[in-house]
C-alpha cells in the first residue's frame, strides 16, 4: 500500500511539473523526472516502462513529420505568403481575419489532426498578425481553441482519437451519424464564446492591401508536402493503419526535397525542432503505465461499469465531463490510454464510448496543459515572443469549454 501512495504521490508531483512549470523549467523536464523516479524507487518494473515508451512510437513518428513539415515552410516562406493572402482578404478588418483563421483552422485540423493545427497553422497566424499590425493574442487562442473544437470531424483530427478507439475506429459513416452534429455544435459554441471573450481586442482595424510576397520554389516544395501529406492521411485512415509513419516519411521527404533543391544542408531545419516534446510524451505514456500497474484502471473500469448498469445516459454525461476535466490534470493523450484501457475492461456500450471521445477531445480546452496539441501551440507561440499562462489561459477556457461540452455530449447522448 505504501508504495501505491508513493506511485502516486511521484506523479501528482510529476503533472505539478508539467502545468505549473516550476522554475521555468521546460514541460519534458517534470514527465521525464517522474517517470525516472518510478523506476529508480523500483515502484514501476522497468521492462513495463520500456513497453509504456515503445507504445508511443506512432506518436512520436507522427510529431517528427508534423514538424519537419512545419519547420521547413517558415525556413521558406510559405508562412509569410500565407499571412498576405490572409491579411488581404480580411479587407483592414481583426473580426474578419479572426473569422478566416476559424475557418482554416477548421479545414487543418480536419484534414492534418489539430497537432498539425497548433504546429503548422500557428506560425502562420502570427505572421498574419504580425503583417496586419493587429493584436496577436486573439489570432492565435484561435489555434489552439479550434485544434480541440473540430478534433472529432473525422478519425484522424486527433491522433487520441486512434488511441481511444484503438484497432477499433468506426468507418466513416457510422462515425458521421454518431459525431457530425456533436462536432458541428463544438465548431460553433466553441467560435461565439471565444469571440465573445476576445471582442474588445478585436475592436479597430488592421492592415491591409498588402504588396504580395512571391511564393519561392522550396516554398512551393513545402505547400506541395503538406498537401501530399493531408492525402495520405485519410488515405491510411481510410485503410485502417497507423498515422506515424507515413507523416515521418514525407516529412523527411519534403524537408530533402527543398534542402537539395537550394543545396543546402538540412541541419538548421533539424536543430531547430522542438525535440523537448518526444520525451514529454514518453514520460506520461510511463505514468499511465503506472496506473495500470497499481491497478487504478481496474477500480475505473468496475465504477464506470457500475455506473451504466444504473443508468446509460447519465453515466455518459457525467463519465464524458469527468474524463473532459481530468484531461486537463494529465494530458489528454495519456487519459484517453486510461480510457481505452478502462473500456476494454467495462465493455462499455457504444455512447458511453462515444462521451468519452468527446470529453477526450474537448476537454483540453479549458487549460493550456490539457492536450499535447495546445502544448505544441504553447511551444510555438514561445518561439514567436509570445507566451500564455495557465490562469490567463484558464479565464478564457473555463467560458469556452464548458458550453461547447455540454452542447457536444447532450447532441450525441440525446440525439446521436
Avoid at 313 to 320: F, Q, R, S
Avoid at 332 to 353: F, Y
Wanted: with cysteine.
Amino acid at each position: 500500500m505504501n508504495s501505491i501512495w508513493a506511485s502516486w504521490g511521484i506523479a501528482a508531483a510529476a503533472t505539478f511539473g508539467v502545468i505549473a512549470r516550476p522554475f521555468r523549467w521546460p514541460e519534458a523536464i517534470w514527465a521525464v523526472a517522474g517517470a525516472a523516479l518510478l523506476i529508480i524507487l523500483g515502484l514501476l518494473p522497468l521492462d513495463l516502462a520500456w513497453q509504456a515508451v515503445g507504445k508511443g512510437a506512432d506518436v512520436y513518428l507522427f510529431l517528427i513529420g508534423m514538424m519537419l513539415l512545419s519547420e521547413v515552410a517558415r525556413r521558406e516562406g510559405l508562412f509569410d505568403w500565407v499571412a498576405v493572402q490572409a491579411v488581404n482578404h480580411a479587407r483592414g478588418s481583426p473580426k474578419r481575419l479572426f473569422v478566416l483563421v476559424y475557418g482554416v483552422g477548421i479545414v487543418t485540423t480536419t484534414f492534418l489532426s489539430n497537432d498539425a493545427t497548433a504546429v503548422v497553422l500557428t506560425p502562420a497566424v502570427f505572421a498574419a498578425a504580425r503583417a496586419a499590425k493587429t493584436r496577436p493574442l486573439p489570432l492565435l487562442l484561435v489555434c489552439s481553441f479550434i485544434a480541440n473544437a473540430a478534433s472529432f470531424v473525422l478519425p484522424i483530427s486527433n491522433p487520441a482519437n486512434l488511441v481511444l478507439y484503438g484497432n477499433h475506429v468506426p468507418p466513416l459513416g457510422p462515425w458521421f451519424a454518431r459525431f457530425a452534429l456533436p462536432s458541428v455544435l463544438s465548431v460553433i459554441v466553441t467560435f461565439a464564446m471565444l469571440r465573445v471573450t476576445q471582442r474588445r481586442a478585436l475592436d479597430g482595424t488592421c492592415e491591409s492591401e498588402l504588396e504580395p510576397v512571391p511564393l519561392t520554389t522550396g516554398g512551393r516544395i513545402s505547400l506541395a508536402g503538406i498537401a501530399t501529406t493531408a492525402l495520405a492521411l485519410m488515405t491510411v485512415s481510410a485503410l485502417d493503419m497507423q498515422l506515424g509513419l507515413p507523416t515521418a516519411l514525407l516529412g523527411v521527404l519534403t524537408t530533402l526535397a527543398v534542402m537539395l533543391t537550394e543545396r543546402r544542408s538540412p541541419w538548421p531545419v533539424v536543430k531547430e525542432i522542438s525535440w523537448d516534446v518526444l520525451p514529454l510524451v514518453a514520460g506520461l505514456f510511463v505514468l499511465v503505465a503506472m496506473l495500470e500497474h497499481t491497478g487504478v484502471i481496474e477500480m475505473l473500469a468496475r465504477t464506470l461499469a457500475a455506473a451504466t448498469r444504473s443508468g446509460e445516459t447519465a453515466a455518459g454525461l457525467i463519465a464524458g465531463a469527468a474524463l473532459a476535466v481530468a484531461c486537463n490534470l494529465v494530458n489528454n493523450l495519456p487519459a484517453g490510454l486510461v480510457a481505452s484501457s478502462t473500456l476494454m475492461q467495462a465493455h462499455s456500450p457504444e455512447r458511453i464510448v462515444d462521451a468519452l471521445l468527446i470529453g477526450v477531445d474537448l476537454g483540453p480546452n479549458l487549460s493550456v496543459t490539457g492536450s499535447l496539441a495546445t502544448i505544441l501551440w504553447l511551444n510555438a507561440i514561445r518561439r514567436e515572443g509570445e507566451n500564455v499562462g495557465f490562469l490567463d489561459f484558464l479565464k478564457v477556457g473555463g467560458v469556452v469549454m464548458f458550453p461547447a461540452l455540454a452542447c457536444a455530449l447532450a447532441a450525441r447522448i440525446f440525439f446521436g
